[in-house]
């Protein structure tokens, strides 16, 4: 039986960054909050009917920014999520938070509510680039937040931090990942600024952006400073102390079930050995309506020309990889499809066999992911 999650989206930000390309709003005055978290708490009802009593592995929340909700509503949510389902005793239950005091509640709170994870978006300790990221917080408001969270009791801390980013220095880079060190988290997500569609940074790119040597050699410097300060890396952009991984993340990169309750939510689920997939509408009112309106799930079941592709999606970001055992449990398909498809990249080298029947990238293949990948759409 596949691992199960649970995915849930608050989408509401005090301000919306001008780089973030998630499913999400401003919040104005007038927000259907309460009816907004109601919806939610029902469609956690609805959905639990469809895993009889599978435990819930991990929970995330996600956003937007689900610290600009009050521990009493998270607190609200998660009793929802115990009503409902059954919880593994080391359940890993993570909420996004951002430093700023104008999105934050009280960590003991959270805390208090069920959360045992943090992930708080520093994305850089230069005042100067968050600014340019249009980031509400500051370098102080970093720091401040992560000791109130260790204060409050939370031993597994992620911190955001982001490179190559507008007119920045390696050595501004570096020094993000050194001040990030001097708090001691758990786990770091080291990712690169990425001008994705319908996004600000997109329509008007800022100027000084790095070329892609220069973003090589960030990578490249910044993964050996992350090795050296005891950050394993188990993903394109994850790194942690050992035994800190981010369990949910990693049900999404092997491929398990997850559900997903939220604006703009989407779930993986498998029923009789098939993989379905599924929605919720993008919009906070439509998802509120949806709901009120007892509308069910759009599930559409992943059709096997493209199963292999959404496997090596996500699998191929993993630096140790996948075996045969774990694509054929999660995909339903022989393994002789992965060995026929593996060919090609294991003859261009961006591809390595690790163990008997376990493949993973190769730096190479790390550094051209998007080539690998698009070599597993269905007709390649």
């Known amino acids: 039986m596949l691992p199960l999650s649970l995915y849930i989206h608050l989408p509401w930000c005090v301000k919306k960054c001008p780089y973030c390309d998630f499913n999400s709003f401003t919040a104005s005055p007038d927000a259907p909050r309460s009816r907004y978290l109601d919806a939610v708490i029902e469609d956690l009802k609805r959905q639990s009917t469809d895993v009889a009593d599978r435990p819930l592995h991990t929970v995330f929340i996600g956003g937007g920014t689900p610290s600009f909700f009050s521990p009493e509503e998270i607190g609200s949510l998660l009793a929802a999520v115990r009503r409902n389902y059954r919880l593994e005793p080391d359940i890993e239950i993570t909420m996004e938070a951002n430093p700023s005091s104008v999105e934050s509640g009280d960590p003991a709170g959270y805390r208090d509510a069920g959360v045992n994870r943090l ?7 230069n005042d100067g680039h968050l600014k340019t990221l249009g980031r509400l917080h500051d370098v102080a408001d970093i720091e401040r937040s992560f000791r109130d969270a260790r204060s409050a009791g939370f031993d597994n801390i992620n911190v955001d931090v982001m490179y190559a980013l507008p007119n920045q220095a390696l050595d501004e880079a570096m020094s993000d990942l050194d001040a990030a060190f001097a708090l001691e988290p758990d786990h770091i997500s080291w990712y690169q600024l990425t001008l994705e569609p319908n996004t600000v940074f997109y329509a008007r790119p800022p100027e000084g952006l790095p070329d892609d040597d220069a973003m090589w050699e960030f990578q490249c410097e910044g993964q050996a400073r992350l090795s050296a300060a005891g950050f394993q890396q188990y993903e394109v952009s994850a790194y942690a102390q050992p035994g800190r991984e981010c369990r949910h993340n990693l049900n999404y990169w092997r491929f398990g079930d997850y559900l997903a309750v939220g604006a703009g939510a989407h779930g993986k689920l498998s029923i009789d050995g098939e993989p379905y997939r599924y929605s919720r509408p993008a919009n906070p009112t439509a998802y509120i309506l949806g709901v009120e309106d007892s509308a069910g799930l759009d ?9 292999l592709f959404e496997f090596a999606l996500m699998a191929l970001r993993l630096v140790d990889g996948f075996s ?6 999660a995909l339903g398909l022989p393994r002789q499809r992965l060995i026929d498809a593996l060919r090609s990249p294991l003859q261009s080298g961006l591809v390595e066999q690790a163990a008997h029947d376990r493949w993973r990238p190769t730096e190479l293949g790390r550094r051209f992911l998007n080539d690998l990948q698009s070599g597993f759409l269905p007709g390649d």
Do not use: L
Request: aromatic share 10%; net charge negative; proline share 0%.
């Open 299 to 307: 599930r559409r079941v992943i059709a096997e020309t493209d199963r």
């Open 119 to 125: 992930s708080i978006g520093a994305q850089s300790f």
């Open 324 to 329: 045969a055992e774990e694509f054929e449990s």
